[in-house]
């Protein structure tokens, strides 16, 4: 169980995405991620990451799919799109990984009408997706560009709606689940 955009980010880069089922919670199955492991290893195949989904606001169980990760020396990139304000053992549920995307689509708890965030506390992976994103354009006086880059940047409009918005995210977390409890 996953969300297609994540399977596509996996192929956009060429390589080969490989599913691991769900658990009782709807999210990665530690037991089953440790499975894959040991078949994809007895294959020969070398796995470059892990990149679990939290689903419906739940946050994986990230002290197994890490360790599970960390045993195999494989890093993880949370996709913590669908839970923006989600919280694991006091921790946000962005904060998982060396990396985490979020989503501002207009569906989740905020929005900015679409795009989203790359999170991480890692200063060169920081230094190179913000290279990526700006058209992997080199600091030059003249445009030059020697690798693909994208233009993954959000307007300074956008961003000022989803800057009020953030400031607003407790509030709008508290609201959803009085909701739900009732």
Do not use: C, W
């Amino acid at each position: 169980m996953t969300f297609a955009a994540t399977a596509n980010a996996i192929v956009y880069t060429g390589a080969e995405p490989v599913f691991v089922d769900a658990d009782e919670t709807g999210n990665m199955n530690p037991d089953l991620l440790a499975e894959a492991f040991d078949a994809l290893e007895r294959e020969g195949r070398q796995v470059k990451l892990v990149l679990p989904v939290d689903l419906l606001g739940k946050v994986v169980n990230h002290a197994r799919i890490d360790a599970i990760a960390a045993d195999h020396g494989v890093p993880v990139l949370s996709d913590a799109a669908e839970s923006l304000g989600a919280t694991l053992d006091g921790r946000a549920s962005a904060s998982f990984g060396v990396a985490a995307a979020v989503s501002f689509n207009g569906n989740k708890i905020m929005t900015t009408s679409g795009g989203g965030a790359l999170l991480t506390d890692d200063v060169d992976v920081a230094k190179r997706v913000r290279y990526f994103a700006t058209q992997a354009r080199r600091r030059a006086v003249h445009y030059e560009h020697t690798e693909v880059g994208y233009n993954y940047r959000m307007s300074n409009l956008l961003a000022a709606l989803g800057r009020a918005q953030l400031a607003r995210l407790p509030e709008m977390i508290e609201r959803r689940r009085q909701l739900r409890l009732h």
